[in-house]
């Protein structure tokens, strides 16, 4: 079993900055690429940006030079600071990873993973 649990979500003033944390425990034997999405009501949950374990990263155009991807691969979290929040960054936030998970004390199948998501609310 594997869980991926988010936090740092909030209400914001725009132009405002966050950080979002996501941890990922449970029978983990490595992970791969990580990520976070996110879905505003009414819209098709997007790509925001990824990350690779060996720290290559990846952007959608509308948050690139406004938002960070990092990873710590020791505590096996991902991070997103976002700064210059804009009231279109509003939408639940979604992380992922892609994890190899021990089985029967080896090395197991790959699986996508999913929390269960934070709300970020850029309003004045």
């Known amino acids: 079993q594997v869980q991926l649990v988010e936090s740092g979500g909030g209400l914001v003033q725009p132009g405002g900055s966050l950080r979002l944390s996501c941890a990922a425990s449970?029978?983990?034997?490595?992970?791969?690429?990580m990520g976070w999405y996110r879905q505003a009501p009414g819209k098709q949950r997007e790509l925001v940006a990824t990350?690779?374990?060996?720290?290559?990263?990846n952007y959608v155009d509308s948050v690139k030079g406004r938002f960070t991807i990092s990873r710590d691969n020791a505590k096996n979290t991902v991070y997103l600071h976002m700064n210059s929040l804009k009231p279109d960054d509003t939408a639940v936030y979604y992380c992922?990873?892609?994890?190899?998970?021990?089985?029967?004390?080896?090395?197991?199948?790959?699986?996508?993973?999913w929390g269960q998501g934070t709300q970020v609310t850029v309003s004045s």
């Open positions: 992922n990873g892609q994890i190899k998970i021990m089985f029967g004390g080896s090395p197991g199948p790959t699986v996508s993973s």
């Open positions: 449970g029978s983990i034997f490595s992970i791969g690429v």
């Open positions: 990350i690779t374990s060996g720290g290559s990263t």
